[in-house]
């Protein structure tokens, strides 16, 4: 395998969390990268990799087999298309525009998009034995090139295209892929090479490694915190005026689902992605003797992910329906079996009780940390139940955290929150470090909150 150009690796992580995944990324990965970069709230990573052979298929096999646990998928970029956006204003140009392969309705499809394609191809062939469809890792990258099965997938991320659905852009993806590669098949449920897209937001990134920063804020980010939507860059065009860009990728099949750390045996209506439970836990950072504890931990995602990567800390749970507290007894088990079983390591165990978040039965000034996702009115509670929740509960983080204690809440019910932080008895001794805005399925606010 002999790459062309340095690659452009992009991969997906917690929406809103971008500066805090970074930072877990492998060291192998980030030493290859001779650039990084992220735009905050896109839930995306880019990262430009070293042309040397030899690093980048170590990093990227280590990557594949062993993935972060903040990352969702990582795809090797082919290139971009260029969306005019006249087209894009207009639903039902932008439809015929995508069924005339990427080209205006006066102009011929014949000509198929320039996308380097072999530079990605090479990479999956060498670090994963996932294709072509023989499953074996012996096959040339002219073999992978004429045999394969496909599917075409397209994230539209905080893009709005009113008339247009990504199953329409996705699939305009795939019949170009299919013009390049005539031999391939669509597969939709078991397919060798997966085609992904998703826009690119005229956005000033942040640089965490190369390029003029390695700060995670900066000027032009909105917000006195520093950590909501960044703004377009002054220095261009206005966004009206700027085509848009589609960004081309082949994802890397990234084992995941084999992860034991991955593993939770029950679900909850409500269960937050283990993905995004680690990426908040390592924004709170907890410390080497930290009593950590979760005041609505429902089937115990945000302790049992604390106790497997945060061992020298306490995890503990709190929850008020009884059924969740048996599903988050059987969550520690079942990754903890899970853990020792593939990796031969076991590690610490949360504690669960039964408890109300609004009157813990836990003495004052005992907790160094409170970690919780509350509840919000979306498939749980209500806005009604969370009237009554949110002071109590308050309360009870004022009660329990020793000075000097933080707190990191995740809620929908922001206007609701910031009211109780406002009143008398929550504002002179709790202080705002933070609020960002992140995406679990929903947008929601992260509080991170400082004892006084």
Request: glycine share 8%; proline share 5%; with cysteine.
């Amino acid at each position: 395998m002999a790459l062309n150009t340095s690659l452009e690796l992009t991969l997906a992580v917690p929406m809103g969390l971008e500066d805090i995944a970074v930072a877990q990324l492998p060291h192998g990965l980030v030493d290859t990268a001779i650039e990084i970069s992220y735009i905050l709230g896109t839930g995306y990573l880019t990262l430009t990799i070293s042309q040397n052979e030899k690093d980048v298929t170590k990093a990227l096999s280590d990557l594949v087999y062993h993935p972060p646990l903040c990352l969702f998928a990582a795809s090797i970029s082919v290139g971009s298309i260029g969306v005019p956006r006249s087209i894009f204003d207009a639903s039902k140009d932008l439809l015929a525009y995508l069924k005339n392969d990427f080209q205006a309705g006066d102009q011929e499809s014949n000509n198929i998009i320039a996308l380097n394609w072999g530079n990605a191809l090479s990479i999956i062939n060498k670090t994963s034995p996932t294709i072509p469809t023989t499953k074996t890792s012996s096959q040339s990258i002219d073999e992978v090139k004429t045999s394969a099965t496909f599917r075409a997938s397209f994230d539209r991320g905080t893009v709005q295209h009113k008339g247009v659905r990504s199953q329409d852009v996705a699939a305009a993806l795939g019949a170009l892929t299919g013009k390049a590669f005539p031999g391939w098949k669509v597969n939709l449920t078991e397919y060798d090479v997966e085609v992904v897209g998703r826009w690119i937001p005229e956005m000033k990134p942040v640089f965490f490694k190369g390029a003029s920063t390695l700060s995670t804020r900066d000027e032009d980010i909105e917000g006195d915190s520093g950590f909501k939507r960044q703004k377009i860059d002054a220095g261009h065009k206005s966004t009206k005026e700027k085509a848009m860009i589609i960004q081309v990728g082949v994802a890397l099949p990234l084992s995941l689902s084999s992860c034991p750390y991955r593993y939770r045996p029950v679900d909850g209506r409500t269960s937050l992605k283990i993905e995004i439970a680690y990426t908040l836990l390592a924004m709170a950072g907890p410390k080497a003797g930290d009593i950590v504890l979760d005041v609505c931990a429902g089937v115990g995602t945000i302790p049992i992910v604390g106790a497997t990567h945060f061992p020298g800390s306490f995890f503990a749970g709190s929850e008020i329906v009884p059924s969740n507290i048996d599903k988050a007894a059987e969550n520690a088990r079942g990754m903890k079996a899970k853990v020792e079983e593939t990796r031969g390591k076991s590690h610490s165990q949360p504690s669960f009780f039964m408890g109300d978040a609004k009157a813990v039965c836990w003495r004052s000034g005992s907790v160094d940390l409170i970690v919780s996702d509350l509840p919000w009115g979306q498939r749980e509670s209500s806005h009604v139940s969370n009237c009554k929740l949110y002071p109590k509960l308050v309360k009870q983080v004022v009660r329990l955290l020793r000075v000097g204690g933080r707190a990191v809440l995740v809620t929908g019910e922001r206007k609701l929150l910031q009211r109780q932080l406002d009143s008398v008895f929550a504002k002179p001794f709790l202080q705002v470090v933070q609020k960002r805005e992140i995406t679990i399925g929903f947008s929601v606010m992260v509080f991170e909150l400082r004892r006084i």
